[in-house]
């Protein structure tokens, strides 16, 4: 665990199947879909640009993986939310073990949580699963179609809400538009899709895209 948190702090290469040792089998075998890779969660952190100060929210972090990497890659904080109460367990017991000080986990719904302590924001397709049965991590949770759009609106609201300079950083979307008043400052081909780049600006003349290949991507809300 050592080396691989450093590693990463050093800005060395590491490899998913290498990362995922921190988890027991069952939650390493849901990565390929559901967990971002560890390039992903590196590239993203580099991307938002955080100060020692700032507090990133991952909406549904699951296992904690995008947290623990981005927290160990560089400064900031990073703070996710889960629903599921072994996934939260397990992303808790990985950040200690790699020493990931700076990530932190929340039990709950994103729904619930106010976003305005927040100055980004983290987004993986975090509710494809309600619309998509074969990719269910498992039936510990209610999941519905109706929940998908439900949640990405709400979502959208809270984004709107958010302050000026609030960043957004998503892979495979998140399943509907940005909300207006947020411009696309970033596009990077990386992993199995795009990892995108938001800020929110008074006057934004770039209206969002729709989240792309909605069949991957987790759910934990």
């Known amino acids: 665990m050592k080396a691989l948190a450093e590693d990463l702090r050093a800005g060395r ?10 988890y027991p089998p069952e939650i390493r075998n849901l990565s390929r879909t559901h967990w971002t ?46 629903k599921r109460p072994h996934l939260l367990a397990a992303a808790r017991k990985a950040a200690e073990d790699l020493g990931a000080r700076r990530a932190s986990f929340l039990p709950g719904n994103m729904a619930d949580l106010d976003w305005s302590a927040f100055d980004a924001f983290y987004l993986f397709n975090p509710f494809y699963e309600n619309r998509m049965k074969s990719i269910r991590i498992d039936e510990t949770v209610v999941l519905r179609a109706e929940k998908f759009f439900r949640y990405v609106e709400i979502v959208r609201s809270k984004l709107t809400c958010a302050k000026d300079g609030t960043k957004v950083a998503t892979y495979h979307g998140f399943g509907g538009e940005m909300p207006l008043g947020y411009g696309r400052v970033d596009r990077v081909s990386i992993g199995t899709d795009f990892l995108e780049l938001w800020v929110k600006r008074r006057q934004s003349a770039e209206v969002g895209s729709f989240g ?3 069949h991957l991507g987790h759910n934990k809300n």
């Open 13 to 22: 290469t590491v490899a998913d199947c290498r990362f995922d040792q921190v």
């Open 37 to 82: 890779p560890v390039e992903v969660a590196v590239k993203a952190a580099e991307l938002l640009r955080p100060t020692e100060q700032t507090q990133v929210l991952d909406v549904g972090s699951g296992c904690g993986k995008f947290c623990a990497v981005a927290a160990l890659s560089g400064p900031g904080r990073f703070i996710g939310i889960e």
């Open 212 to 214: 792309r290949h909605p």
